[in-house]
């Protein structure tokens, strides 16, 4: 106001031949007309300047009622309204009060404006974002008390109106700028990626978001619709993932859609998924602290394909010494391999097994009877190291993927 104030008072001081009558009348609304009408007595002042400056000028004398509706009278001898005094004056005021319309996070053009509880006002979506790092104004450091997604909270209508109306071109380009910049993804890399722990189709994987980077990324699936995001498993050896070479992840993982999320007062976030599908990363980069891919989705064999390999493996399958196991599991149908980790599982609950206890139960449900499930449900519950667990994202085939099930059951049976 500062500026504006200064702005006027020049612009007063070269308009003291301008005279405008204005004539300020309240307006109401008549419930027994149903229309608005006029009611008290009017009151008229000889003021400087054209329609801006009167009207600032009786703002800043304190009598221009909210509900006035004011006419305007030049005074000159010659007609003149003063509208070039009036243009000259507003593209002033846009050219001084530009900067101060600038939110002081992203030093862009206030978008949204939203003012905190201790005066500061920046655009909504920059202060959502300062507030996946701390709880404290960006400028005076105050505590905000507010939820981090700021979806109880209004926007500030009256700047929201003054930017409208002072620069409504700059606004929508604005606005068009940040849209782009939602849409906008690296090349073909649309996929945000987890790098945290293993997770399986049809499997439910419950997340603690703390991290800020993470924070970011949860939000944006959300605020996307998709709701969806990939789940990869750490690369602790450091063994090169194909053609991605050496990376800090594993190469294939699980699309997640997140199926609940309980936001805490802090705005760490506590989320419950369930797995969609497998898939293969192709190509990555980094996004604001966290990691981007192009994903190709991994799918199973035909139901065909399966039954040719289950009778291709039964019939040729001979004794060797190399691979007891092996040969063993290669004789039985998919059904048997089924079959093993079911009663297998059945024994561990009979001896009350500890990854078998009620809660975990409670979390990924009974053991599957369809064969296609069973594998990842059975990874999901068994205490076993992850890079043997990680084998079955992927192999492409339900049998193959029953036979290193059963194949752990086998170990597990010898040891003991």
Known sequence: MDVVGNETSHYRSLANDSLTLVEEKKVGWSHGQNSWSEYGKPRSRILNGGRLLTTYTLAEMG????????????????????????????????????????????????????????????????????????????????????????????????????????????????????????????????????????????????????????????????????????????????????????????????????????????GRSLIETIGISRFKVKAWSMLDG??????????????????????????AATPTSTDPIGQQLDRLSTRALLQIGISYVNRMRASSAPWLHERILTAYGAPPEDPALFPYWFASVLPIADEEKYRLLPTMSVRERLKITARWIRRFDQRW
């Open 63 to 266: 009598e221009l009622e909210h509900d006035a509706d004011t006419t305007y009278q030049t005074m000159s001898d010659t007609g003149d309204d003063y509208r070039s005094l009036d243009v000259t004056m507003l593209e002033s005021l846009r050219e001084s009060t530009r900067s101060e319309l600038d939110c002081q996070v992203c030093y862009a053009l206030m978008l949204d404006p939203l003012t905190t509880s201790c005066g500061h006002t920046f655009c909504r979506k920059c202060l959502v974002r300062v507030l996946d790092h701390c709880n404290n104004c960006p400028i005076c450091r105050r505590t905000l008390t507010v939820a981090p997604s700021l979806s109880l909270e209004s926007s500030n209508k009256r700047l929201t109106e003054i930017l409208i109306g002072l620069c409504p071109d700059l606004l929508a380009v604005r606005a068009e700028h940040a849209s782009r910049e939602d849409r906008s993804t690296v090349g073909e890399l649309d996929t945000p990626l987890f790098i945290c722990t293993l997770s399986y189709p049809a499997m439910p994987t419950f997340l603690h978001i703390f991290e800020a980077r993470y924070r970011l990324m949860i939000r944006r699936a959300v605020e996307s619709g998709s709701r969806k995001f990939g789940m990869l498993m750490y690369n602790r050896s450091g063994e090169p993932q194909g053609d991605l070479g050496t990376t800090q992840f594993m190469q294939y993982g699980t699309l997640l859609r997140i199926e609940n999320i309980q936001t805490l007062p802090d």
């Open 290 to 315: 966290y990691t981007i891919g192009s994903i190709s989705r991994i799918d199973d064999v035909s139901l065909a394909e399966e039954e040719r390999l289950e009778a291709f493996e039964i019939t």
